[in-house]
């Protein structure tokens, strides 16, 4: 469904994602894991046009995606950016129209509100209140409902446990799974490598701007290099670090 | 106090509040802080005049002539600038505010430095009432629409605006048109009020006191517009008779303002038909009223923002 091949993005001189090549099929959920600055959320800026990429291409069903963030999201791709950016000053409720903002049929809007009530309760309860008062986990479950609003086909996930207690981290993955159910594919980047393999189809691994590995999540959760290197498992004698 | 001076210090009230909306619209619910808005006053003022005197327009479409040169203007300016992150945007509509006026005090078509005399005073009281009513009422609509909406967006998070599929560039682009509109309206009153037009009157200090009535007033809030720009024109000229100490007194009370309230005086919520109500309710019908100015301006609202 989505393709991305040999995607080459610079910051200044810096090369921060060497001929990357991706693929996501309808229904999956893809991760992307990687440490720190391996170019994971470069990857998905790149995706909805909010980095301009040098060289490469990105498809979406075989045709090239729009180069601006509102072209993308027209076409059905819809990134939940990381760290929480909710408009602080408007009410949950109006921070979820706002995330159906390309969209006119009032119907199927009410719908989709109703959906993302039902999946985040927490927000129904809290539609009148001002986004920047809500907690950081009702803050993350808002800016993944203002994604959900636009009715995307493709969902790119950035980083949503980030900060976030365990019992929330569980919520947060356990509706990922649950969106994914519905139909909408998602392509998630996660630091959590432990919780994001657990819930994806397959996996691509992030170093330092190159695809190092790929395949399926349940054969990445049980490679012995990514158990060292991502999920704090020691090999023997070899340390970490 | 005779009311020729009292006449005068209104007229100036509507000429800054034209010009303050504007930039409110900028700064206050698009979230750009603009150091440069005397130099789309400049344009508007000299444009406005070249309009009238020279081309031979009435009055009203010389000032509406000014205030779309000052429009036009904006648009490069805005294209090249508004990529900038933050202080760096600030730092271009500085320089830009400056060019301006370095370009008028050089160019002698213009009367150069030494300025533009003989323009016939024609801003009347009633004229400047209509153009900054009008100003407020089209302002008023346009916050409450899709449009400000979005801007408002762009405010709070950029990146989420975008990736909730905003164009920021183009609602940038907009509120700055929009801005420098209004900007050269006021530019156009002020030249046909003081009947002469001096590059000096548009330099950085101008600049500044439009954006510190947005901030004394209060971000996101046209009534706390109204009410600060009426309030920092009138306040110097009720202290006139410090003399001196009234620049003292001004400073002074702005930076109370900014300690007491720094969300500035209405700090995001506006006056309304609803506000009074609800105003009233506790302490009965003997409430001491608000300023009239302030009431005109709530009229257009749709109540205190949720």
């Known amino acids: 469904m989505l393709e991305v091949k040999d995607l080459n993005v610079f910051y200044g001189g810096i090369h921060a994602l060497r001929d990357v090549c991706l693929k996501v099929e309808r229904g999956e959920i893809v991760t992307i894991i990687g440490a720190n600055g391996a170019g994971k959320s470069t990857l998905l800026n790149a995706i909805s046009g909010v980095v301009k990429p040098r060289s490469g291409k990105i498809l979406l069903d075989g045709q090239p995606v729009a180069a601006t963030p509102h072209g993308v999201v027209k076409q059905g791709i819809c990134q939940v950016p990381e760290g929480r950016l909710v408009f602080a000053n408007l009410s949950v409720y109006d921070n979820l129209m706002m995330g159906a903002y390309l969209r006119s049929d009032k119907t199927s809007i009410i719908a989709d509100l109703q959906r993302v009530y039902a999946l985040f309760p927490r927000l129904s309860e809290r539609q009148g209140q001002m986004a920047g008062t809500l907690s950081g986990g009702e803050q993350q479950m808002l800016t993944m409902g203002r994604g959900l609003m636009s009715s995307p086909r493709i969902m790119l996930l950035d980083e949503p446990s980030l900060g976030l207690a365990p019992l929330l981290v569980e919520t947060i993955y356990q509706v990922i799974a649950e969106i994914r159910r519905a139909g909408t594919t998602i392509l998630l980047v996660e630091q959590n490598a432990y919780k994001a393999l657990a819930v994806a189809d397959r996996a691509y691994v992030l170093e330092h701007g190159i695809v190092t590995q790929e395949g399926p999540a349940r054969e990445l959760l049980h490679d012995p290099r990514i158990r060292q290197a991502y999920l704090g498992v020691k090999q023997g004698q070899t340390r970490v670090g | ?306």
């Open chain 2, 1 to 306: 106090m005779n009311w020729f001076y009292i006449k005068g210090i209104l007229i100036l009230c509507g000429i800054n509040l034209t010009a303050v909306l504007g930039l409110s619209l900028l700064t206050g619910f698009t979230g750009l802080f603009s150091f440069g808005h005397a130099g789309f006053m400049a344009v508007g003022g000299y444009a406005a005049v070249w309009a009238g005197l020279r081309m031979g327009l009435p009055f009203p479409v010389a000032l509406l002539a000014g205030g779309l040169v000052a429009g036009i203007v904006s648009l490069p300016i805005g294209r090249l600038t508004l990529n900038l992150k933050g202080d760096y945007f600030c730092i271009a509509t500085l320089g830009f505010g400056e060019a301006i006026r370095l370009v008028l005090d050089n160019v002698q078509t213009f009367g150069g430095a030494r300025g533009w005399a003989g323009i016939p005073v024609t801003t009347t009281l009633f004229n400047v009432t209509l153009a900054a009513a009008l100003g407020t009422f089209v302002m008023v609509r346009l916050v409450h629409s899709r449009h400000g909406r979005n801007m408002i967006a762009i405010r709070e998070e950029e990146l989420a605006a975008r990736t909730v599929g905003i164009n920021a560039l183009k609602y940038k682009m907009m509120s700055l048109f929009i801005s420098a509109v209004y900007a050269g309206v006021a530019g156009g009153l002020q030249a046909y009020y003081l009947g002469f037009l001096q590059p000096k009157m548009f330099s950085m200090t101008r600049s500044t006191e439009l954006t510190i009535m947005v901030i004394f007033g209060g971000i996101g809030s046209i009534s706390g517009t109204v009410l600060g720009s009426i309030l920092l024109t009138a306040l110097p000229e009720l202290l006139r008779a410090f003399a001196l100490w009234r620049l003292v007194v001004y400073g002074a009370s702005v930076i109370f303002i900014m300690i007491s309230r720094p969300e500035g005086l209405m700090g995001g919520k506006e006056i309304s038909i609803a506000w009074f109500r609800r105003l009233l309710r506790p302490v009965g019908v003997g409430g001491a009223g608000g300023s009239g100015g302030a009431g005109g301006a709530g009229a257009g609202g749709r109540g205190v923002r949720q």
